[in-house]
């Protein structure tokens, strides 16, 4: 291992008192935290081949720099295991992305959480889940590399409930939101290769998310009829009309109805897009949009989404049951949008 130089102070702790020690200090975002030992730091660097002081990312309007030394603790607390930390650093780069817009999201009253899409080889050699309960307990992956990132919100950029993060309701997404696309089982191209990236590279998509919305249809056997429920679903999904992004999310059963019927990624987009479209009277009624009811408003329409490419489509989860998902995206006066970053080691 390298001989790494740790800068961060260290402190002398009981084993048994660690843990209340990392809780007295502020570390935890509730749950119990790995105590990130010396040793450990080194190991979590060792896994992306950061010196301690690179600086991995900058947060502008916090001014906060995020060295790999911090991530690397951060990921310590989270329970992460050293092959995590690429994954790690990419998304704390997408989180630093103008497009990102984090002060945004982290600070709103709207709830976002940070939601992780990986893909490419690093997603199996990971053992990151792509099928059942994939959004659920039970994947070491999917819940550190998510918390971690959240840690690291929390004690290097300062993103701290009640104070910078004045989330109304917040949802359990916040301490993490991270899963793989189910690349062997989908009909579709994965969403890295639409976005310009190699089979064999390995990516994460970090987006401002709501929280997910899980819908049902057995009773159709057509595509038509499975994505008439979906739109139904997001039509007033945020309340408010247009937002940034939404994210569709194919389980087993419908990804197999849908690809029998030859529906491509294009085709469900365009379909949602003109389906989603609510007239102007309608979101009046339900006092999503301001002023009274006016002449043209019945036939006039605002739709979900700018165009239909923000609808962004994944195949994952389990291969029965007759749901699927969707999550929307955060936003406000500067919305947000999903950012794609390769993970590799330095």
Known sequence: MTAYDLKSPSYEVDEGDAVEFCYDRGWSDGMPVVPPTEEKVKAML??????????????????????????????????????????????????????????????????AAVFMLVNGPIARDLDLNSGDNLLGPGWRANATIGRA???????????????????????????????AEDEKESP?????????????????????????????????????????TLCAHLRFSSGVGSQPQYFLIFAGEHRAILAREGWTKEKIREYCFANTQASHA?????????????????????????????????AAGGKA??????????????????????????
């Not at 790999?68 to 998304?91: D, F, S």
């Not at 290097?156 to 109304?168: A, E, M, N």
């Not at 401002?208 to 499975?226: D, K, R, V």
């Open 46 to 111: 060792s896994g992306a081949g950061f010196e301690p002081e690179a600086q991995i990312a900058f947060i502008e309007t916090r001014q906060a720099v995020i060295t790999a030394e911090k991530a690397a603790i951060n990921a310590v607390l989270a329970g992460c295991r050293p092959e995590y930390m690429p994954v790690i650093v990419a998304a704390i780069k997408a989180l630093a992305d103008p497009a990102y817009v984090y002060h945004g999201p982290a600070t709103s009253t709207g709830g």
């Open 188 to 228: 579709w191209p994965p969403l890295h290769v639409e976005r310009g990236f190699r089979p064999e590279q390995s990516t994460v998509t970090v987006f401002a998310a709501l929280a997910p919305h899980q819908w049902y249809n057995q009773l159709s056997n057509t595509s038509e009829g499975l994505l008439a």
């Open 321 to 346: 049951g007759a749901f699927s998902a969707f999550v929307p995206g955060w936003s406000g006066k500067r919305s947000t949008q999903s950012v794609i970053k390769e993970i590799r080691k330095k």
């Open 149 to 179: 990132v959240r840690l690291i919100m929390r004690n290097v950029i300062g993103t701290l409930p009640g104070t910078l993060d004045r989330s109304t309701i917040g949802h359990a997404g916040k301490y993490t939101f991270c899963f």
């Open 282 to 314: 309608e979101l009046k009624r339900i006092q999503a949009m301001p002023g009274a009811i006016a002449p043209g408003d019945e036939t006039r329409m605002r739709p979900l989404v700018v165009s239909p490419g923000y609808f962004i489509i994944v």
